[in-house]
C-alpha cells in the first residue's frame, strides 16, 4: 500500500458502529488502526481498482437508498440495463448522469465518476 496516497482520519462513533466502520474501511482498501494497543494494525488491505470503486460506492448507494435498479433507473431516465452495467463496470457513469444519480442517492457525484 503506497503510505503516500493514504490520508489519516480520525472518528469518534458508538462501539456498536465500530464493526461496521471496520469492514467498510476494509473494503475501500484502507486500514483501521487503533491507537491503544500494542497490535496497532487491525486491518490492512490493497487498494482497490478505481473501476471497482466507482461499481461499489454506486451500488451502495442505492441499496442504502432502498432502490432496486429499475427504480433507480426510472429515476434518473436511463435503462435498467445501464444501470446493471454501471454496477457490472461494463459500462462508464457519464458526468452528466453522475450528477442525477448524486442527487437522486442524495451523495456527490465524484464518487461515481472514475479518478483516472
Do not use: W
Not at 500500500?1 to 475501500?28: D, F, G
Not at 487503533?34 to 490493497?46: F, Q
Not at 435498479?69 to 454501471?86: F, M, N, R, T
Request: one cysteine or more.
Amino acid at each position: 500500500m503506497n503510505a503516500e496516497l493514504m490520508q489519516r482520519a480520525c472518528l469518534e462513533l458508538p462501539p456498536a458502529s465500530l464493526r461496521i466502520v471496520a469492514e467498510l474501511v476494509k473494503a475501500l482498501g484502507g486500514r483501521l488502526l487503533k491507537e491503544n494497543s500494542e497490535e496497532e494494525l487491525v486491518y490492512i488491505a490493497p487498494p482497490i481498482p478505481e473501476s471497482e470503486r466507482v461499481c461499489r460506492m454506486l451500488k451502495g448507494a442505492r441499496l442504502r437508498a432502498g432502490m432496486t435498479q429499475k427504480e433507480l433507473a426510472s429515476a434518473i431516465g436511463v435503462p435498467q440495463s445501464h444501470i446493471s452495467d454501471y454496477e457490472k463496470n461494463k459500462r462508464r457513469v457519464p458526468p452528466q448522469k453522475a450528477e442525477v444519480l448524486a442527487t437522486t442517492l442524495e451523495t456527490v457525484p465524484s464518487h461515481f465518476l472514475y479518478q483516472d
